[in-house]
């Protein structure tokens, strides 16, 4: 134990922070490795990871406008405030294949091909200043867990015959496929979306509509998903919620936050290839200082309209210098 402790530290300690509130996708992260979860609230990203971080960010920032203009101009001057154009790669995220993404989703998203409306956020829920878009919604809920749960939907729309309200999460990937996004069918993030909503909307949301663009160098694409939530699931998302945010407790008390050996590869969960862990190099090492060549220190987003909205006094960014 006494190793452990000092192993996860990696010199990072100082740059760790602890939570004030509770986020759908921090507790999946802290649900599928304790360390995993400990690197990422010290900022740690690796290259590969903070490039389609900032890739994503941006186009988060794009694409709702593109609804609401039916133009892209102002969307590309979204895209350009957040994105870095330093950071482009060979994978098409750059700031052309963006032009090309976003002229593609302008035209599935026309009147005539896109059923839904966009509206404005739910009475109660939380426009942060420092939100992706200026239609990306904070919610923000007592679950049960001792600290607030916040989720952020992407945007909300109104279908134009049923008059549904649909909360929308947009996700982007390389390989955009009804296979990628049938793995949004069952996913705790999804499901805190429509307890979130379910809060806040007079009328139960029936889910969540899953929005996808594929970002690649040969061609632009776009699916879009619609994900049922049922109550068991809510019912089930609540407890799983408690018990996670139990454990976060445990380790933040402790100051040991093991390693999950079986959350470092699908294979030990599902007996499959697939994308192993990010932090996978820097758990084999010794030392912080080592893994300096393969990741960085990045102050998150720095949350303040969250903070306001929840009544917390301002905070400084951590520092993301060493
Ligand atoms: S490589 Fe494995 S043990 Fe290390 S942080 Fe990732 S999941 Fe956890």
Redesign the pocket.
């Known amino acids: 134990m006494k190793k452990q402790s000092e192993n996860v530290l990696y010199g990072l300690k100082e740059h760790y922070v602890q939570r004030e509130w509770l986020s759908p996708s921090s507790l999946s992260s802290m649900a599928?490795?304790?360390?995993?979860y400990y690197?990422d609230k010290c900022g740690v990203r690796s290259l590969g990871a903070r490039v389609a971080m900032q890739f994503g960010s941006a186009l988060h920032a794009a694409v709702p406008l593109v609804i609401e203009d039916q133009h892209i101009d102002r969307a590309v001057v979204a895209f350009d405030g957040l994105w870095d154009e330093e950071l482009a790669d060979e994978k098409g995220r750059n700031r052309a294949g963006a032009i090309k993404s976003l002229m593609h989703w302008l035209g599935e998203h026309t009147p005539e091909k896109y059923p839904y409306d966009l509206v404005p956020p739910p009475p109660g829920a939380i426009v942060a200043a420092d939100g992706a878009s200026e239609w990306e919604v904070t919610l923000a809920w007592d679950a049960g867990a001792g600290l607030p749960v916040v989720g952020k939907v992407d945007w909300f729309v109104r279908h134009r015959e049923t008059e549904d309200v649909w909360p929308v999460e947009f996700k982007t990937s390389a390989r955009m496929s009804e296979w990628f996004l049938s793995g949004f069918d069952r996913n705790p993030q999804i499901i805190a979306y429509a307890v979130g909503a379910n809060m806040l909307l007079p009328k139960p949301v029936r889910g969540v509509l899953v929005e996808g663009m594929g970002v690649s160098k040969t061609r632009a694409s776009c699916l879009r998903h619609p994900v049922y939530v049922s109550e068991q699931e809510q019912e089930d998302w609540v407890l799983w919620v408690q018990n996670t945010a139990a454990d976060l407790q445990e380790c933040e008390e402790s100051g040991v936050f093991p390693?999950?050996?079986a959350?470092?590869h699908p294979y030990s969960m599902f007996g499959c290839g697939g994308w192993?862990?990010?932090?996978?190099d820097?758990?084999r090492l010794e030392s912080w200082d080592e893994g300096l060549d393969m990741y960085s220190l990045s102050a998150e987003r720095d949350g303040g309209g969250v903070r306001k909205a929840l009544g917390l006094e301002p905070k400084e960014a951590p520092d993301a210098s060493a």
């Open positions: 599928r490795c304790w360390r995993s690197f390693k999950n050996l959350g470092c192993g862990c990010d932090f996978a820097l758990c």
